[in-house]
């Protein structure tokens, strides 16, 4: 039997990794009650302090090395095996627990805290270790410009056009552990209810923001919702 959605985008945000112990950013005690945005996640905020810059991303850099993917992520990476259509995820994440439980079809539209990036030369490299400002560039070896491998606030997040296609084809879109804060990404349930009559669903643990927009909404801890849903996804009950 054909399946009941031939392309299905999923969103992420920080809520499907907070089981696996890493923070999110607007939830009590989360990170930007910690930290400010413009000290730590801005371009101007990396010219201005680089070496804070440096330490706030290699705490989390740490922290996503210790972490290891829950029963969400699984369950995404089992959709994107068993159904027998397109299932694409565009994370707003920068840890690679989607990765790691098997997603392959993965956008990550905020970057990769994994790689550092150099605006030296361009090179995208792989990176685990804790970076300073005096860390040369392996690939061109020019110091004081190595940079996480993230987009901050005010930069274009990466593979728009690539997203803003799989939003237009899509059929059913879910959006997973995000409160709707960021645009753009809090906005594709828009572009999604403007191009035609996808089904909506929102998995969180709290209604988002844009709760109202969503045509099924489940709401509980994203290692019990998320399983939950693929199953029944996958037993065309959705
Ligand atoms: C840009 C990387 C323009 C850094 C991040 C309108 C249109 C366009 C832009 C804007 C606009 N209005 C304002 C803007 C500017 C800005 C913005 O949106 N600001 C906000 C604060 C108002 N946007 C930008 O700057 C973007 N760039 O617009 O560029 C441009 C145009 C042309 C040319 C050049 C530039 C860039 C945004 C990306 C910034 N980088 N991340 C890092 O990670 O350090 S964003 C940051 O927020 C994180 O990446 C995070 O992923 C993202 C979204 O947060 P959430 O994932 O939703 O996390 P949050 O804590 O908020 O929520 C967690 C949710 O999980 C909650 O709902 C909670 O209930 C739930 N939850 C918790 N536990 C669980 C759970 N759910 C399930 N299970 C659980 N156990």
Redesign the pocket.
Known sequence: MPAAYEHIVIL?????S??SGLD????KN???SKYA?DE??TPQAFRRDPQKVHD??NM?RRRVREAQPNA?HYALARLEEAHDGEVWVV????DDLHERAGSRRLIH???E?LKVRCPACGAVLHWEEDLTPETPCPACDTVGCLR?H????????FEMDAIERRLEECDLFVS????????????FIQSVRRNGTAQTVE??????LGEDLFTLKLY????E??PMFVERLLAGQV
């Open positions: 992420t945000g920080a809520g499907i907070a089981e999110t950013f607007r939830d989360g990170i930007w945005i730590v996640a706030f991303y989390r969400a994370t707003q994440n920068v539209m905020h970057g805290i996480p993230i987009v901050w606030f005010g930069e274009m997040p997973i552990g995000t409160s709707g804060n960021v645009y753009p990404a809090a906005g998995l969180n643990l709290d209604p988002s509980g801890p994203a290692g919702v998320v």
